[in-house]
Structure formats: C-alpha cells, structure tokens
C-alpha cells in the first residue's frame, strides 16, 4: 500500500501544494477481468488537487473518493472531478464510487451551481460513510470513524497489502478534520503511519475542531503507531512551531507532509 500526498495545506491551497488529498494506492486483483492491477483511492479532494492529481495518476483510472466531510477545503475539486467525468474528450467515464457523509450530493449541487434536480447519476455513485461501517474498494479496507469537528466528520482507518510482502496487511489512518476523542484514537491503534491533521497551534485555543500538533503526537503515542506524518498545517503557520510543539508529547517518528510525499507501508 502506498500513499502520496496531493495535497496538504490546511483550511485553503497554499504556495507549495493544493489543499487536502491523499492518494492510497494496493495492487490487487480485479474481479471484471481477473488481472492484478493497481487501485487508486482518494481521501479527500481540496481545491486545486484534482489537477495536482494528474502528476500521478491518469486521473481516469480512479477506483473511489472518500470525503471525510463536507467542508470545502477538502471536497471543493469535485467540480473538476465531474467535469472530468461527465465531459471527457473521447466520452463520459463511467460512474465513479464517491463516499462522504450524509448531505453529500447536495454540496456537490452547491459548489458546482447546478440545479436541485441534477443527479450526477453519469457521473458518480453516491455512497453515505457511517461510523465503522467498512467499505471495500480492491485490495482495501477502509473504515470510517467518527471524528470531533463542527459539522459531521470521519478518519478513514485503511488496510491493504503490503507493498514488501503482498501477503500480509499494513494499515494507516488518516484523521479527517477532527480535535481529540475516543473515536479516533481508536481509529489510529497500532497503525503503521498515522496521516494527523494539526491545524492548529498552542495559540489556537478553541476546542472541538483542530488537533496540535502535540495532541496529535499524544494520540501517536498513546495508540503506538510507528512514524506520525503532520498534515493540514495552514500557509500562515511555521511547520517547525508545530514539530516543536509535537516533539514535546512524542519521541518517535515525526514528519511533516509535502506536496508529492510518498510512502510505501
Ligand atoms: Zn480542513
Ligand atoms: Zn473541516
């Protein structure tokens, strides 16, 4: 399994990358014509990532697009995704699986303009995350679990192949938007690579929307993952105030993302 950040800036696109995208790829078997091929899965589609995207992927061979939730900073490139879709040159592209919480289809009529009737039916089939209700695309598991944000919100906690050893299972969990709780520290529990947002600093005192980066380490820590990547870090704020911050909670191993990270679990 592999995963490589489209986009990581927090709460807007930034200078150096788009907003928040993630891109999970597994080679794994394909029921329709029994070849192993490579599954592509989106977490999340902030604006200027569908573009970002294309430096990866042929942005046709998407499998799925999950949305963690529904604000724009990390759905908002789904206008781009269903021009794509519906308006390729040589045809429209088949239905594509996109998963997000309830209310999802109506957003998508928002930001995109269009009227209440319209069904993207060509386009997309809708699919509603509940909390720990798993879905399977390909080779991975991917489980929602409730997050703590102002609207409703999930982490995805993933499982898939190894990319050393296709035989066994890895796992990472990326939180979505979320502040502390027992769900999701529960989602990131052994994990090989925690994706944690910390959108904001010490200086942020407001509860109940972001992680620090240090309650970001504490949740690594408490749940012994093996490296914490931090994410979702706004263009205003210095990378190295929030490492300093989560290098207080944690001693392991502590990254910031970048536009065109990857890595291989
Ligand atoms: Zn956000
Ligand atoms: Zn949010």
Known sequence: MRLTVVGCTGSMSGPYSAASSYLVQARGADPDTGQVRTWNVMMDLGPGSFGALWRYIDARKLDAVLFSHLHADHMGDVISLQV??????????????LAG???MMD??????????DETYEKEFVPVQLADREPLQVG????????????????????????EGDPSSRVELAYTGDTDT??????????????????????????????????????????AGVESLVLTHIQPWTDPKIVIAEAREEWDGAISTAYAGATYSL
């Open 84 to 97: 794509h879709r519906r308006w390729y040159p040589t045809g429209p592209l088949p239905p594509l699986l």
């Open 101 to 103: 919480p309830e209310g």
């Open 107 to 116: 957003r998508v009529r928002g930001i995109d303009g269009y009227a209440p």
């Open 139 to 162: 080779p991975l598991t991917i489980t929602p679990y409730a997050a703590n944000h102002t609207v409703p919100a999930f982490g995805f906690r993933v499982e898939g192949p190894s």
């Open 181 to 222: 709780c027992d769900s999701i520290q529960e989602m990131a529990n052994g994990v090989s690579l925690l994706l944690s947002e910390a959108g904001f600093t010490r200086a942020d005192t407001t509860r109940g929307i972001h992680l620090t980066g240090g309650r970001a380490a504490k949740i690594a820590r408490e």
